[in-house]
């Protein structure tokens, strides 16, 4: 997102037109693209490391199928709807070649070559993070610092003032240590609390339904207003205890891809869902577009409920016919 | 004219005003003045600009080479500036010496009229320029024919290649080492996290006071007592095969006994053996503790003992004010006025997300009788590795953005659809999926395009 924003931004201003819609649309459907593999988002990664009976291959088969057939098309519909205005003519802009790429060289190569080789090697690792299983964090740190050493070796507050938006920092330490504390609180034990005792209440030919409808939906709502990482830690362990107390009717994959849906595809219910969101309003505003809070909640919050009834529907058809 | 300079209407409402182009070059340096150096290159610099304005048919007047480095920036700023303001919107039409000075030299000082919130989604808030960048329209040979030619445009040298190479091989080095090492995180560690503190069963002596005896000072009526444990995942005995599903589901049973030896609370802590290590337990002080400030004391054991299964854990116990009878909804009430904040937009996000961390840790140490933490131990819960994953990379799009990589390859990407929108889209989607569905708000800024022409 941290790539893609700039061009789409680049892009619009050339067309003349404003770039918001564009930046919505892109990262909703890039959280929900993220939900269909292990490493996609935040939520499925650590889903990945902490329960061993999920792999990679189980995500593509299971929750695949769902995002790419259904949710992907719909939520699309659904963007170009909110933000329709008309759709009939379509008809080619006359571009004038030399002009364009005469008002846009590249002014500065020797900064691209730098920064070029570091950002291609720095996506590469990221790319090959299955087989190596470190921090995403140590290379793009050390590709940074790089960066500066190669371009200003003698300057390093130009870089850190230009580039780096601390308050989009300072917001993510600031929410993490709110999360925190309200997990030592005991809201988030509370929640997992609840639902075992409800799913646990239930008659046993029922529970796989309530435990799967209860697992997407309160998830997602969370995740929605919180962070997904946190509560992902936190549910973890209740969905094992979980399968471990009703062997019989629930199966922790099961479980573990209702709590994938859930909190992935929560993420995109308000600006503050899951980090992607804030960092492209960060991108946004720091070019000078503010992207509201309303402005966001809509679209967003229409897709991630109807995509969530969707991935509802479809574990309740494969897991419980089958 | 005017409808081609007015800025799109989809930014919302905007006042403009003319001003004096005189005051672009005195104002475009906003430091104060201080050497005579200085004084004299800006006097160069604005005679520069009037030999522009007097130059009306469009030849270019080279800049003084004082200003070269400085006019990278401008250089790049005014080409967006006229696209924000719907000069350059219909290129192939208007060549760049038609544009006649006078619509350039005007000033915009757009100035926006919050009247009403609207509560529409696509009512965007109007564009507002990035206070640092320099916002105004430059001089008429930014925009002719001859701008590449101007030596303003970095290229590389053989240097930079040979710089561009070493930095190759230390990224290849580093990426290799990355990739090609293996590397464990803690699981064969020479010392644990936390020390072998106690180890199931456990039970403490009521006489001698020995293991958790409502410290010195007793709780009283209406505490909560929040007793907490580091659980070991690895079983004690290394000896017995313990299967990881074993594991899980053995937890730590704790009895809270009283003096008089009656079992006042009994529950479980864990299960062992998953990721999460640290797990806590409330207990209200209600009537049922009939004299609080007695001693009492803690009974552990391992629920899967008779397996001989035994764990290890480190217990603490804290002793809570009565404000944490109602921790969750004040929780919850927190995180939802913090939501409300941040939704209506009141202050910026990152200062309601900093107050309203602080003001939770407030009530949090309201709730432990004042007991505070070290803003370092406070510090562990943010989540640096997120953070610095997100700092490495905007530093490194950042310096990208400076080379004008971004507008070179939105600029391709125009061309290579070659002006359909449709195959525009179709590149886009080939960038990311989710471009697919601006196709219809790409149209229609199209139409409003055409009817501006």
Redesign the interface.
Same mark, same amino acid.
Not at chain 1, 13 to 18: A, C, E, V, Y
Not at chain 1, 134 to 144: C, E, P, Q, R, T
């Given at each position: 997102m &941290?790539?893609?924003a700039?061009?789409?931004i680049?892009?619009c201003?050339? &067309?003349?037109?404003?770039p *918001?819609?564009?930046l919505i649309?892109?990262?909703?459907? @890039?959280n929900i693209?993220g939900t269909a593999t292990l490493i996609g988002d935040p939520p499925n990664i650590i889903i990945g490391?902490?329960i061993?009976e999920v792999g990679f291959v189980d995500f593509i088969i299971n929750i695949a199928p769902c995002i790419v057939v259904f949710c992907?098309p719909i939520?699309?519909a659904i963007?170009?709807k909110?933000?329709?205005?008309? !759709?009939?003519?379509? $008809?080619?802009?006359?571009?004038? *070649?030399t *002009?364009? +790429?005469? %008002?846009?060289?590249?002014?500065?190569?020797? *900064? %691209?070559?730098?920064?070029?080789?570091?950002?291609s090697?720095?996506i590469?690792?990221f790319f090959?993070h299955p087989?190596?299983h470190?921090? @995403?964090?140590?290379? !793009?740190?050390?590709?940074? /610092? %790089? #960066?500066?050493t /190669? #371009?200003h070796p003698h300057d390093v507050q130009t870089? &850190?003032r230009?580039?780096?938006?601390w308050? +989009?920092?300072?917001?993510?330490?600031?929410?993490?240590?709110?999360v925190?504390?309200?997990d030592?609180?005991?809201?988030l +034990? /509370?929640i997992g609390e609840v639902l075992v005792g409800i799913i646990e209440s239930e008659p046993e030919e029922y529970q796989q339904v309530s435990a799967i409808s209860l697992i997407i939906w309160v998830s997602a709502i969370t995740s929605g /207003?919180?962070d997904n990482?946190p509560f992902t #830690? +936190?549910m973890?362990?209740v969905i094992?205890?979980l399968a471990?107390e009703l062997p019989n009717t629930l199966h922790i994959k099961t479980l573990a891809w209702s709590l994938s849906f859930g909190a992935c595809l929560g993420g995109n219910m #308000?600006?503050?869902g899951a !980090?992607a969101n804030i960092?492209t309003a960060g991108i946004a505003s720091?070019?000078?577009? $503010?992207? !509201?809070?309303?402005?966001f909640?809509?679209?967003g919050s229409l897709i991630s409920l109807v995509t969530i009834a969707i991935s509802h529907l479809y574990m309740l058809i494969v897991f419980t016919m089958a | 004219m005017k409808a081609d300079i007015s800025p799109p209407e989809m930014m919302g409402s905007v006042m403009r005003r003319k001003k004096q182009n005189s005051v672009a070059s005195g104002s475009l340096f906003h430091d104060q003045p201080t050497s005579p150096l200085q004084q004299i290159e800006r006097e160069k610099f604005s005679s520069g600009v009037k030999t522009v304005v007097e130059s009306e048919n469009g030849l270019t007047i080279r800049q003084p080479t004082s200003l070269r480095k400085s006019s990278i920036v401008i250089r790049k700023q005014l080409s967006l500036d006229l696209h924000n303001h719907g000069l350059i919107n219909d290129l192939s039409q208007r060549r760049a010496s038609d544009i006649k000075l006078s619509e350039i030299n005007e000033e915009y000082i757009e100035t926006t009229h919050y009247t009403k919130k609207s509560w529409d989604p696509t009512v965007f808030t109007p564009y507002k320029a990035p206070r640092d960048s320099i916002h105004r329209f430059f001089s008429p040979d930014d925009i002719s024919e001859n701008k590449t030619k101007l030596d303003d445009i970095r290229i590389a040298c053989k240097r930079d290649y040979v710089i561009a190479f070493i930095l190759f091989c230390i990224m290849t080095i580093i990426c290799g080492t990355m990739i090609g090492w293996k590397t464990h995180v803690g699981d064969d560690v020479l010392f644990g996290h936390v020390g072998l503190a106690c180890r199931t069963p456990c039970f403490g002596d009521i006489k001698s006071r020995d293991f958790f005896n409502g410290r010195s000072h007793s709780f009283s009526r209406n505490d909560v007592l929040k007793i907490g444990a580091y659980i070991d995942p690895l079983a004690i005995d290394k000896d017995i095969e313990v299967e990881l599903n074993e594991m899980t589901s053995t937890f730590l049973d704790i009895d809270l006994v009283s003096t008089d030896g009656t079992v006042k609370r009994s529950f479980q802590l864990g299960p062992a053996g998953s990721t999460r290590m640290f797990f806590s337990e409330f207990i209200q002080v209600d009537t049922t503790f009939e004299s609080p400030q007695d001693s009492h004391v803690l009974n552990v054991k391992s629920s899967n003992s008779e397996n001989g299964i035994h764990l290890s854990f480190t217990l603490y116990g804290e002793d809570l004010s009565p404000l944490a009878n109602h921790r969750v909804i004040i929780s919850a009430l927190m995180l939802c006025v913090v939501y409300v904040l941040i939704a209506t937009e009141v202050l910026h996000r990152t200062l309601v997300a900093i107050f309203g961390s602080l003001f939770s840790l407030f009530l949090y140490y309201l709730m432990n009788k004042g007991r505070t933490e070290e803003l370092g131990e406070i510090m562990l819960h943010v989540e640096w590795s997120t953070l610095a994953l997100i700092f490495g990379l905007m530093i490194i799009v950042g310096e990208l953005s400076q080379t004008g990589i971004f507008e070179w390859s939105a600029v391709r990407l125009l061309l290579l659809s070659k002006g359909s929108c449709n195959r525009l889209m179709v590149l886009l989607c080939c960038l990311t999926v989710s471009f697919h569905l601006s196709r219809i708000q790409c149209f229609s800024s199209l139409q409003h395009y055409a009817t501006n022409k």
């Open positions: &941290l790539l893609i700039p061009v789409t680049d892009i201003t050339i &067309l003349g037109i404003d *918001r819609p564009y649309g892109e990262v909703i459907l @890039s693209g490391s902490d061993e992907i939520s699309l963007v170009s909110v933000f329709v205005v008309n !759709s009939d003519a379509e $008809q080619p802009l006359e571009l004038d *070649r *002009r364009l +790429t005469s %008002l846009y060289p590249i002014y500065d190569e020797p *900064r %691209l070559l730098i920064a070029g080789i570091v950002a090697f720095v590469m690792t090959f087989i190596h470190k921090d @995403s964090a140590w290379i !793009s740190l050390l590709g940074a /610092f %790089l #960066t500066i /190669f #371009t870089s &850190l230009n580039h780096v938006e308050d +989009t920092l300072l917001f993510f330490a600031g929410l993490f240590v709110l925190a504390v309200v030592a609180m005991g809201l +034990t /509370f /207003f919180l990482i #830690t +936190t973890i362990p094992k205890i471990e #308000t600006l503050l !980090s960092v720091s070019k000078g577009y $503010q992207i !509201s809070h309303y402005n909640f809509v679209p | -």
